[in-house]
C-alpha cells in the first residue's frame, strides 16, 4: 500500500510569490491534515478536511488555505509568501476525521524556502 | 487552551541503556495523548497513543508510555536503546478539535 505522497519535495520561492502543496493520502483514506514545522515555532497544525470539507483550522492567517478533493487528494496554498513562511510542511492521513482517535499518517513534507 | 511541554531537548544515551523521555501535559480534559517519532528527512510515525483505556501504553520498536493524571505527565521509556533508535520525538495531546505539539526532544544514541 503506497504511503501519503507529497510533491514537490523541495522548492525555493521569493517574497510575495505563492505556492501550492500537493498531498495524496493512502488510498481510502478520506481525512487529510496539515502541519508547519519549523525550528522557531515547532509543530503547528494548520488544517484538517474530511470528505471535501475543512473541518478544523489552527491559528493561521488567511494567506494560509486549503482544499481537498473528491479523491481525497488535498492541497494547500500559501499567498503572499513571507520569509517567515520557510518551513517544512507536512501532510498526513487519516481513516476518520478527528484524526487523532485513529492513527495518522505523515508524508515525508515539502521543504519550502523562502527568499 | 491545553498544552505539551516537554522537558529536555536532547538525551543522550550509550547504546544498551535505558531511554526516559519526559513529556507534561496541560488540559482542562483528559486528553489523547500520543508520542511519534521523525527520522532525518522523514514524515512522523506514530509510536504509540493513550485514549482512556490502559494507563500502561506499549507502543513499536519497544518504547512504552505511562499516563499519570496525578503527575499529567506521560513519559516515553525503552529499556535498551538501539542506534536506529536515534531521533527526533514528539508527544502529542488532542482534546475537543485542538492537537497541540511537544517541542520535541532529540534522542542521540552513542555507540
Known amino acids: 500500500k503506497a504511503g501519503v505522497t507529497q510533491t514537490p519535495r523541495y522548492l525555493i520561492k521569493t517574497r510575495g510569490q505563492q505556492v501550492t502543496l500537493s498531498c495524496s493520502p493512502i488510498?481510502?483514506?478520506?481525512?487529510v491534515s496539515w502541519y508547519q514545522q519549523t525550528p522557531g515555532q515547532g509543530l503547528q497544525f494548520l488544517f484538517e478536511?474530511?470528505?471535501?470539507?475543512?473541518?478544523n483550522k489552527g491559528n493561521f492567517p488567511g494567506r494560509f488555505s486549503g482544499r481537498q478533493f473528491s479523491n481525497s487528494r488535498s492541497e494547500m496554498n500559501v499567498s503572499t509568501l513571507e520569509l517567515g513562511d520557510s518551513a517544512l510542511y507536512l501532510c498526513?492521513?487519516?481513516?476518520?476525521?478527528?484524526?487523532?482517535?485513529?492513527?495518522?499518517?505523515f508524508g515525508e513534507g515539502s521543504r519550502l524556502t523562502v527568499l | 487552551a491545553q498544552s505539551v511541554t516537554q522537558l529536555d531537548s536532547h538525551v543522550s544515551v550509550s547504546e544498551g541503556t535505558p531511554v526516559l523521555l519526559r513529556c507534561n501535559y496541560s488540559?482542562?480534559?483528559?486528553?489523547?495523548l500520543f508520542w511519534y517519532v521523525q527520522h532525518p528527512n522523514k514524515g512522523l510515525q506514530l509510536l504509540l497513543k493513550?485514549?482512556?483505556?490502559?494507563?500502561l501504553v506499549k507502543g513499536i520498536n519497544g518504547f512504552e508510555a505511562e499516563f499519570k493524571k496525578s503527575e499529567t505527565s506521560f513519559h516515553l521509556t525503552k529499556p535498551s536503546a538501539h542506534m536506529s533508535d536515534a531521533a527526533e520525538y514528539f508527544c502529542?495531546?488532542?482534546?475537543?478539535?485542538?492537537?497541540?505539539f511537544g517541542a520535541g526532544t532529540r534522542l542521540t544514541v552513542k555507540p
Open positions: 498526513a492521513s487519516s481513516l476518520v476525521a478527528g484524526a487523532p482517535t485513529g492513527e495518522l499518517f
Open positions: 488510498s481510502g483514506h478520506r481525512s
Open positions: 478536511y474530511f470528505s471535501e470539507t475543512q473541518r
Open positions: 488540559s482542562s480534559y483528559s486528553p489523547s
Open positions: 493513550y485514549t482512556s483505556a490502559a494507563t
Open positions: 502529542v495531546a488532542y482534546n475537543n478539535n485542538d492537537m497541540r
